[in-house]
């Protein structure tokens, strides 16, 4: 008999594989885990020997795959859902659902809009486990064709091919300006004068970004005509930048508490309000397991 028909992976040592080339961390994966980081270690390395190939390339920065380690990924996540999927489906056969479903959200979603949801959810259904993963809309989309996600929640849509948009909540953004501001007092200005201002920009590939230089370009007014003096990678950063008088920025009205108020004025633009809608998405081209589909449909009951 062929040698290798006699291998039989472990499935745990395929799951802390998986979470280290997604995390490209050993640390990170073994907080991700709930276990210890020579425990990841320990299976990595049983997994090398019972393949007898590299899987990993470690550097005392990142942790990323080789070919090798790219292919067995593939195709580990793949029998990994399946297995999620078997586990819940025979949950629900017993009359009742069980499992873990792995989301990505962006920031606003994430920190002002899921999280309450999660709890109801997580209340009607003590048996699931939510795991949500945060970072911008071009990377939760990203991670989401790839597979790392099964599905998430952005700000954006885009024409992509086997991934399917799900309309949720509305949101508007707004200017935020420091109470002592020549702008705090106003309550809408027109787009020629953001020309003027200093801004604190959020990183490329956030959905607010992204809405806010097309809503700019439509009214034909560039980014570039903007003073950028910095770029953060979170909507509590832009918060605190203007709080501390570093310039202007823009943000999700849901960002901006009531209690907030008396330190960040918001203001907007005279040329009409910037709106954009929450999506979840999901994909087409696999299939998605039970505990996805229920908290889709849970996410959908919940808009009002």
């Known amino acids: 008999m062929d040698e290798r028909l006699k291998i039989r992976l472990d499935l745990w040592q395929l799951e802390v594989f998986c979470a280290v080339v997604e995390l490209r961390s050993f640390s990170r994966a073994a907080e991700a885990l709930f276990v210890s980081q020579p425990t990841v270690t320990s299976h990595i390395v049983a997994l090398e020997k019972r393949l007898g190939v590299k899987l990993l390339d470690r550097t005392t920065r990142k942790v990323k795959p080789t070919p090798a380690g790219e292919l067995l990924y593939k195709h580990a996540k793949a029998l990994l859902m399946e297995h999620e999927a078997m586990l819940q489906e025979l949950s629900q056969f017993q009359g009742g659902l069980m499992g873990r479903l792995v989301l990505g959200a962006s920031t606003i979603p994430a920190h002002y809009l899921l999280p309450p949801l999660m709890a109801k959810f997580c209340r009607q259904f003590p048996q699931a486990r939510l795991i949500m993963r945060v970072s911008d809309s071009g990377q939760v989309l990203e991670n989401v064709i790839n597979g790392e996600l099964e599905m998430g929640v952005i700000g954006m849509r885009q024409d992509v091919p086997n991934l399917?948009?799900?309309?949720?909540?509305?949101?508007?953004?707004?200017?935020?300006?420091?109470?002592?501001?020549?702008?705090?007092?106003?309550?809408?200005?027109?787009?020629?004068?953001?020309?003027?201002?200093?801004?604190?920009?959020?990183?490329?590939?956030?959905?607010?970004?992204?809405?806010?230089?097309?809503?700019?370009?439509?009214?034909?007014?560039?980014?570039?005509?903007?003073?950028?003096?910095?770029?953060?990678?979170?909507?509590?950063a832009v918060k605190q930048f203007v709080a501390s008088g570093g310039g202007v920025g823009f943000v999700s009205v849901r960002a901006v508490m009531d209690e907030e108020r008396e330190r960040l004025k918001v203001v907007r633009l005279r040329e009409g309000r910037i709106t954009r809608q929450f999506f979840g998405i999901v994909p087409t081209d696999r299939t998605n397991s039970p505990l996805c589909n229920l908290f889709v449909r849970f996410?959908?009951?919940?808009?009002i």
């Open 299 to 303: 996410l959908k009951e919940q808009v």
């Open 164 to 236: 399917k948009f799900i309309p949720l909540w509305g949101d508007e953004i707004v200017l935020i300006v420091h109470p002592e501001h020549e702008w705090a007092k106003r309550s809408f200005v027109p787009i020629k004068e953001l020309a003027t201002q200093p801004f604190v920009f959020r990183e490329e590939g956030s959905g607010t970004r992204r809405i806010f230089e097309q809503f700019l370009f439509q009214n034909g007014f560039s980014p570039r005509q903007l003073t950028v003096v910095a770029e953060v990678g979170s909507t509590e």
